[in-house]
Every structure is written in C-alpha cells, then in structure tokens.
C-alpha cells in the first residue's frame, strides 16, 4: 500500500494535479480522502486544498 499526497492553495490547481496523476496511474485506488484548512492573517484569508489517494 501507498500513497500520494497533494497540496495545493487552490481548489482548480488540486484538481488539475490529481486528474493528471489519475490519467497515468495503473493500479488500484483504495481510497481518495480530501480536507480544506482556511486561515486568516490579518485581512488575508489563506486556504490549503489537499488530498491523500491510497493505493496499492
């Protein structure tokens, strides 16, 4: 079992970088697990888009 770890500050850049990882990837997706994590410094609010696929 593996996995793959993505971590983007945008939503559409994720995405991207998954389907591309998606496209040539031969094997068995166990399980694809995503979280968003905001966080404010001073007026700016920062966001972190990831995603964990396990594979084997």
Do not use: P, W
Request: aromatic content about 14%; overall charge negative.
């Amino acid at each position: 079992m593996k996995v793959k770890l993505f971590d983007e500050s945008h939503e559409l850049d994720l995405e991207a970088n998954v389907n591309k990882f998606l496209s040539d990837f031969e094997g068995e997706i166990i399980d694809i697990k995503y979280q968003v994590a905001l966080s404010v410094y001073r007026e700016e609010q920062i966001f972190c888009f990831s995603c964990m696929i396990i594979y084997t």
